[in-house]
């Protein structure tokens, strides 16, 4: 396409938002047709800017790349290879989240457990320090309801 071709296009786009904008102004209001009129411009503004020749052939490389994936075998081959990489990869990331740990893993481990480490209830005061529970999972409300039962000879 030439740039007359590209002109008489941005020309008609324009005359199509004019339409619009006539139309919002009618009945919508003020305010769409104010935003009818700014997009009526858009089409003139690509054009003088050289971005309408552009998007033409964006969206030619677009239809020529999408006629190509429907009819070319070698297409769909890579297709394939591309979807099975995929899967490898998110496969390779399931196994290691849930899989072994690694040997730089251990080795972190092994370094921690040669420091000493300083536990809270040795540092901190009387006062302050955790009560141990019989079981974690049993908090206090239960660990009551347990003792009644236990007294009537429920549990």
Same mark, same amino acid.
């Given at each position: 396409?030439? *740039?007359v ?6 020309l008609?786009?324009? &005359?199509?938002?004019?339409?619009? @904008?006539?139309?919002?102004? #009618? $009945? #919508?209001g003020?305010?769409?047709? &104010? #935003?009818?009129?700014g997009l009526t411009?858009? !089409?003139i503004?690509?054009?003088? @800017?050289g971005?309408l =020749?552009?998007a033409?052939?964006? +969206?030619?490389?677009?239809s $020529?790349?999408?006629?190509?994936l &429907?009819?070319n ?9 591309g979807? &099975?990489?995929?899967v490898l990869?998110? +496969?390779?990331?399931? /196994?290691?989240r849930?899989?072994?740990?690694? %040997?730089?893993d251990?080795?972190? %481990?092994? *370094?921690?457990? *040669?420091k000493p480490q300083? @536990?809270? +209830?040795?540092?901190?005061? %009387?006062?302050v320090r955790?009560?141990k529970? !019989?079981?974690?999972?049993i908090?206090d =409300?239960?660990? =009551?309801?347990?003792a009644i039962l236990k007294?009537r +000879? /429920?549990s």
């Amino acid at each position: 396409m030439n *740039d007359v071709s590209w002109g008489a296009l941005a020309l008609s786009l324009s &005359v199509v938002g004019g339409i619009y @904008t006539w139309w919002a102004l #009618r $009945h #919508r209001g003020v305010v769409a047709a &104010v #935003r009818g009129a700014g997009l009526t411009l858009l !089409p003139i503004a690509a054009w003088l @800017t050289g971005l309408l =020749e552009v998007a033409g052939k964006i +969206g030619d490389a677009l239809s $020529h790349w999408l006629a190509t994936l &429907v009819f070319n075998p070698a297409t769909w081959l890579g297709m394939i290879i591309g979807f &099975v990489a995929i899967v490898l990869i998110g +496969g390779a990331n399931a /196994i290691a989240r849930r899989g072994k740990p690694d %040997k730089s893993d251990k080795s972190d %481990k092994a *370094d921690k457990a *040669d420091k000493p480490q300083k @536990t809270q +209830g040795s540092s901190a005061p %009387k006062a302050v320090r955790a009560t141990k529970s !019989p079981d974690p999972l049993i908090d206090d =409300e239960m660990a =009551e309801i347990q003792a009644i039962l236990k007294k009537r +000879g /429920i549990s």
